[in-house]
């Protein structure tokens, strides 16, 4: 009978520590002591009426624990932390906040474990093996409980960089639009500032104006006193020819330079008319003295082109026997300003010049409508309104040159020929526009490997 009530105390002693849990703080120092009745019924003992039960005891220290356990939250610790971010900051709080939290779990650890070594003192070696167990599975849910909480407060913090990310990479975007703003501003004042010396200079003549109409007066000056100078070149000229031979009854009249009119006159009132002679023009080269025949130029008439500047210029006047030579005093000098205007002139894509159509195909056109003469990097069209009279592309066949036939029109008249079969004489507004165009439909072809010139001027273009 004693060995089966200690069997029994002792299977009842087991449970009765398994059943303890792990947290539970005692508040006596030994065990109540139990009394075994009929049947195996155990018999408490009167308490003292001060001393609690165990119930409410291991009730109340759980109470406590889960108490302290939610005060000492982690997770709460990083609501707080998240409520109270205001900076990017504060980042540098998350590792403390981390250890003090460690700290706080693991003073828990320790108070548990003293509290399981004061318990398995009591029982003084009864059970010890399975108050030893109680202690391990005490040991690895403590530890369970602080991983899961280190992993709640990692996660947390977490939260807490990318939401500081986000507030980041949102006041970049605003300083970029603040930027970007900026610049637009600057950019319309800009315009605005443009605008308003625009307006002013509209207005208000300015000093490049005023520069611009004295580098005008200068080159009217400076034409007057070329003009000037060869007029007392030719008539020294005149006076040396006058004394070496009195038997010249012809000279040239007419400025020597690009955009004038060179005439064949009669000196003697008595002498025959030229018209009843044969005449021929010829481009003579300053250094060598070689003689370039001029094809079509047989008029008493002729206007230089931009292939006579830098030449002489001789014409050739055949009667019956007799053979006179009359010759420029000095190479043909270049139109003033005509190099800047044509400079001016190819920044353009395409430049039109209005015109009127003297000849078609050598014979004379009897309409005077007026025709607009495109010059463009890659072709020549002639057109009047959408109506295109011809439009060719640069080649080989095209031919373009100064009218040769005379006329009082010839230093504002050119002869271009389209293609084989199709060609034109037409006049312009000004000798200006008219060797501007000759030279810019010249450059345009070139830059084709074109060879844009007369009637038989291949070598005198080529050269």
Request: charged share 30%.
């Amino acid at each position: 009978m004693t060995r089966a009530a200690r069997s029994l105390g002792s299977v009842m002693q087991k449970e009765a520590v398994r059943s303890v849990s792990s947290g539970v703080n005692f508040a006596s120092t030994r065990f109540p002591k139990y009394t075994i009745g009929p049947n195996n019924v155990l018999i408490e003992p009167k308490e003292d009426p001060k001393m609690p039960s165990l119930k409410e005891i291991v009730a109340k220290e759980t109470a406590q624990l889960l108490e302290q356990q939610q005060r000492l939250s982690v997770r709460d610790l990083a609501t707080r932390f998240e409520k109270g971010l205001a900076t990017a900051a504060k980042l540098s709080n998350e590792t403390r906040l981390r250890d003090v939290a460690s700290l706080d779990k693991h003073v828990l650890l320790k108070k548990l474990r003293d509290m399981l070594g004061i318990l398995r003192d009591r029982v003084v070696g009864r059970n010890k093996d399975d108050v030893d167990e109680a202690i391990s599975m005490a040991t690895e849910d403590a530890k369970k409980v602080v991983e899961e909480e280190r992993a709640h407060a990692r996660a947390e913090i977490g939260n807490a960089r990318a939401a500081v990310q986000r507030i980041e990479q949102a006041l970049n975007e605003r300083e970029k639009l603040s930027e970007i703003a900026e610049k637009q501003d600057l950019e319309e004042l800009r315009k605005e500032v443009q605008e308003a010396r625009r307006i002013k200079m509209l207005h208000q003549p300015s000093r490049v104006m005023d520069m611009e109409h004295e580098l005008q007066a200068l080159r009217v000056q400076l034409e007057e006193k070329s003009v000037y100078a060869i007029q007392l070149h030719k008539e020294l000229e005149m006076s040396k020819k006058l004394e070496q031979s009195r038997a010249c009854s012809y000279e040239l009249e007419g400025l020597e330079s690009l955009g004038s009119c060179l005439r064949i006159i009669s000196q003697m009132e008595n002498s025959m008319e030229i018209s009843n002679f044969s005449v021929q023009w010829y481009r003579i080269q300053p250094d060598d003295g070689k003689k370039e025949l001029i094809s079509g130029a047989t008029k008493p008439v002729y206007a230089p082109e931009p292939f006579d500047v830098g030449r002489f210029l001789q014409a050739e006047i055949i009667a019956g026997r007799e053979r006179v030579l009359l010759r420029t005093t000095s190479p043909i000098d270049p139109a003033a300003g005509l190099g800047s205007y044509v400079e001016a002139l190819v920044r353009k894509p395409e430049t039109e010049f209005n015109v009127v159509i003297l000849q078609i195909n050598g014979s004379d056109h009897p309409s005077n409508s007026l025709y607009v003469f495109h010059v463009g990097k890659l072709r020549l069209k002639l057109s009047k309104g959408r109506t295109a009279k011809a439009k060719e592309f640069y080649s080989s066949s095209m031919q373009l040159c100064g009218v040769r036939g005379g006329g009082s029109a010839a230093a504002q008249s050119l002869f271009w020929q389209a293609k084989s079969g199709l060609s034109f004489s037409l006049a312009f507004e000004s000798t200006r526009e008219r060797n501007a165009a000759i030279m810019l439909a010249r450059r345009y072809a070139f830059d084709c490997n074109i060879v844009l010139a007369g009637p038989n001027d291949r070598s005198s273009g080529a050269a």
